[in-house]
């Protein structure tokens, strides 16, 4: 594996811990600024709504630029924000900061995860996309808890510094670990990049993923008061308790990342099946601690673990540039956003174990939203070749590639390359 992969993947842990927060920041932010709770949570969904929005757009903004180039300027602005941030006056200042770091971040993703497809042989594309991806699951393990803790004992602008030094890290091992590319893939024009949109396949690929983050953020978003509440621990336990969270998604992602190649729909079925069963477990059993625990370690590892599979089936529908990867984040942001904003109105509605029936019910749409490829996939491998005949000449299909197709139906799309 080339060593860029593990340097975008610590790029990627200094966007997902900055992302991250707000959320263990927030007595100490609103004390700080002389603001509501509520309020610092608006800073949280302008991130997403940034990252979402913006995102795409400063991707192709810096289309032009080499990659490695465009990695520069990414981290120049993510800086800006957090140091923005982290010397923010008041509320006004420190909004516009989030905005700023959730469109850099966003586009972050896109370049990063197109050059971990340049730069790895096609085999090994899905680990190397899990591998990067860790940088995710060590920003949910790893990242959260820490700024919680600097913040809690330093104040919570301390916090902002700390992710503004991980961010030069980052940037200074890029400097030297990332090899120097030319421009990115499709670069040319962006009605060139819009033309793979045309592909229906493309677009319940997207649904997909939106739907699997959706699921599972219904349910992350509350476990703090979904533990404390109706499962009864300490406050103090909790963050024990989301450490073993993200233990199980730098596993299971690892895993997925093995499988994400070969077996694309497969990994994607089974995530949604076992998040759907072990989301409404939770919300059943969540009075009792031992199976709730376990249930919520369950749902850490098939929920955002199935990234590395869900880069890989978009990118078949579509391709592994930029503009695709960063759209396609915008898409797992949006269901970031539905996961905790209907998770929240559920509470309101029907008391903390909504949003785990909820998680529950996206997931098996999830599920309908792979129905027309495993139907196609299914289709395709049932399919009798047909044997050379005198009239026409037509050679029958080479055994290597009889062999692919055979091999497992989520690799037909590529099964020609």
């Known amino acids: 594996m080339p060593r860029a992969v593990y340097v975008l993947s610590m790029g990627i842990f200094a966007m997902v811990t900055s992302e991250f927060v707000v959320a263990g920041l927030m007595p100490q932010m609103a004390g700080g600024l002389g603001v509501s709770v509520a309020q610092i949570g608006y800073l949280i969904t302008a991130f997403a709504v940034a990252m979402a929005a913006g995102g795409p757009f400063l991707t192709v903004a810096v289309l032009k630029l080499r990659q490695k180039r465009a990695l520069y300027v990414l981290f120049a602005l993510f800086l800006t924000g957090n140091v923005l941030a982290a010397v923010a006056p008041g509320y006004g200042v420190l909004l516009a900061a989030r905005i700023i770091t959730g469109v850099a971040s966003q586009a972050f993703f896109g370049v990063a995860i197109s050059l971990c497809v340049q730069l790895t042989r096609p085999e090994v594309r899905g680990r190397a996309i899990a591998l990067a991806m860790n940088g995710l699951m060590l920003g949910t393990l790893l990242g959260l808890p820490l700024s919680t803790l600097i913040g809690e004992h330093l104040g919570w602008r301390a916090a902002f510094w700390v992710i503004s030094g991980i961010t030069v890290l980052a940037a200074l091992a890029t400097l030297v670990g990332v090899p120097a590319l030319g421009r990115a893939p499709g670069s040319g024009g962006i009605r060139a990049e819009l033309t793979a949109f045309r592909n229906p396949g493309l677009w319940l690929a997207l649904s997909t993923s939106t739907l699997i983050i959706g699921a599972t ?54 995530g949604l099946a076992m998040n759907a069963l072990f989301l409404a477990g939770f919300a059943l059993l969540a009075g009792h601690a031992v199976p709730a625990v376990a249930l919520m370690v369950g749902v850490g590892l098939v929920g955002v673990t199935m990234n590395p599979a869900m880069v890989t089936r978009v990118q078949r529908a579509g391709n592994a540039r930029p503009l695709m990867n960063t759209i396609h984040s915008s898409f797992i942001t949006l269901g970031v956003i539905i996961g905790s904003s209907a998770g929240g109105l559920a509470i309101t509605a029907h008391g903390l174990r909504a949003p785990l029936w909820l998680g529950a019910a996206l997931a098996l749409i999830g599920i309908g939203t792979l129905v027309p490829d495993l139907i196609r996939a299914r289709r395709t491998t049932r399919t009798p070749l047909q044997p050379a005949t005198p009239a026409t000449g037509t050679l029958s299909a080479p055994p290597a590639v009889v062999a692919t197709v055979a091999a497992d139906p989520s690799e037909v799309c590529v099964a020609g390359s």
């Open 217 to 270: 953020f219904s349910a992350f978003s509350y476990l703090h008061p979904i533990l404390t509440e109706v499962t009864g621990f300490a406050s103090g336990t909790v963050p024990l308790l989301l450490i073993a969270y993200g233990a199980a998604t730098v596993v299971g992602n690892t895993v997925v990342g093995r499988l994400a190649d070969r077996h694309t729909l497969g990994v994607q079925l089974a």
